[in-house]
């Protein structure tokens, strides 16, 4: 996937905030353009497939050239002797098994650093919408705080009027006054933990984002098609990027041992070379050659052995190193084929009980709301006192709070999960974003306040 062009993130850096994304695919659009973590990802596979280009060079004919000009002076002599130099060499590697090795290893470090960008681009979508549900939540959350300090404002004053008139004792009014003070605090926190999932997303898209979408209130939650949590598991270990490239480092290793092996092996090379040469001046005059003036030319063309004898033990010393490092990273594949194993499997796990746990908090949000309804009517026929009341506000709060928690953490998991397999792509979160269909901002219907508060 090919970032954005540094002009277009220019452009939107330069935008109002209001101009920024309103939906998730926009917002992650964003992020691919923005996000530091992704460009750190792309600048890595470039080194490594620059690494590869240098392996390659090395088994490549090396060509040079050469040109010198020298002026020799003598003690106790007058003049000078004068010599000018061209010459060209061409060596060209026939066997050298260390280096074959090397290009091996870099060819396929060069596939799992691809595969790595490929695992970082389906992690950016994950953060991206982890990032955008959380300030959903947040707002949701905000919202229902809201309109609990609302309510409780409002039990306050029915219950000081109470007091005022003989109909309810002192108690009353300091339970609704604790709870009014505690709802108060929770909208601060509230306040500020949206304010800090503002900031987290905006960490990941570079840009401000504030208009987003969220989920309507008839929204249903589906299992996603694919099989039981096996065929998931399996897909994962056959597709998913990070694996695969787990599985190339260990190849990268391998090679690795075996050009330090090669250490121990001769190296043969082909070398080729011409030279001219010009000399003149006082120091160069003989009887036979008056001007002093002679020019030589020469070509050459051989084979190079090289043979190791004795390198201090620096040989053997890296084929322990070498063994070493392919151990580590055979360990780290399979740490990483068991973790994926066990995410996998949990990501399903985890989706097909949301699909229950959403509609067991829906029920929870209704039945939550009946009760505190009708708390608040018994408490104006005398059947229930404020605390009663109370009581059933914060269960009504925290039931808010969960439902809005389990739908979109749903929505989360059902992309873990495509992450999880390593089929998580842009298509995935279109899916997801076409369910988000109502503007987040507008706040939660608020509680109705005891019509005794309106007297």
């Known amino acids: 996937m090919l970032r954005r062009p540094l002009a277009f993130a220019l452009t939107l850096a330069l935008l109002p905030a209001s101009a ?84 091996r290893a870099q060819r396929q470090l060069n596939v799992a650093a691809g595969l790595d960008l490929e695992a970082e681009n389906q992690n950016l979508i994950t953060r991206t919408s982890a990032a955008y549900f959380n300030v959903l939540v947040a707002i949701e959350t905000l919202a229902a705080a809201e309109a609990a300090q609302e309510a409780l404002q409002k039990q306050f004053d029915f219950a000081s009027r109470r007091l005022e ?85 260990v190849r990268a290793a391998e090679h690795n041992v075996t050009g330090a092996k090669a250490g121990h092996l001769p190296r043969l090379a082909l070398g080729a070379g011409y030279n001219n040469n010009t000399y003149w001046g006082d120091l160069n005059v003989t009887p036979e050659n008056p001007t002093g003036a002679r020019r030589s030319e020469g070509h050459s063309i051989g084979l190079t052995l090289t043979v190791p004898i004795f390198s201090g033990g620096a040989t053997q010393s890296g084929v322990r190193q070498a063994i070493a490092s392919r151990d580590i990273a055979e360990d780290q594949l399979i740490q990483t084929r068991r973790a994926l194993e066990r995410n996998a499997r949990n990501a399903y796990q985890t989706v097909v009980a949301g699909v229950t746990e959403v509609e067991a908090r829906r029920q929870a949000v209704i039945s939550a709301r009946a009760a505190y309804e009708a708390s608040e ?66 706040p939660a219907t608020a509680p109705t306040a005891p019509t005794g508060a309106q007297q």
């Open 20 to 103: 920024f994304a309103q939906d998730l695919v926009q917002t992650y659009e964003l992020a691919r353009s923005g996000d530091p973590q992704l460009s750190i990802a792309e600048s890595n596979r470039a080194i490594s497939r620059e690494s590869e280009v240098q392996a390659r060079a090395q088994l490549l004919p090396q060509l040079n050239g050469s040109v010198g000009l020298n002026r020799q002076y003598v003690a106790g002599q007058d003049g000078d002797a004068r010599t000018r130099t061209l010459g060209a060499s061409l060596n060209q590697t026939v066997f050298d098994l260390g280096l074959i090795s090397s290009y």
């Open 165 to 249: 008139v003989g109909l309810a004792p002192i108690t009353d009014v300091h339970e609704t006054r604790a709870q009014f003070d505690d709802a108060r605090a929770r909208v601060i926190t509230s306040r500020n933990a949206l304010e800090d999932a503002y900031q987290a997303l905006a960490e990941i898209t570079g840009v401000p984002v504030r208009n987003l979408r969220a989920l309507p209130e008839d929204f249903q939650p589906e299992l996603p098609a694919g099989g039981d949590a096996d065929a998931w598991v399996a897909a994962a270990l056959e597709q998913n990027p990070s694996l695969r490239a787990a599985e190339y480092a």
């Open 377 to 442: 009517v018994g408490l104006e026929v005398g059947t229930r006192t404020v605390v009663d009341v109370l009581i059933n506000q914060q269960n009504l709060l925290s039931a808010e709070q969960q439902y809005a928690l389990a739908r979109y953490s749903f929505l989360q998991n059902r992309l873990l999960l495509e992450q999880a397999v390593g089929t998580l792509d842009i298509s995935d979160l279109q899916e997801i974003n076409r369910l988000l269909t109502v503007d987040a901002r507008t």
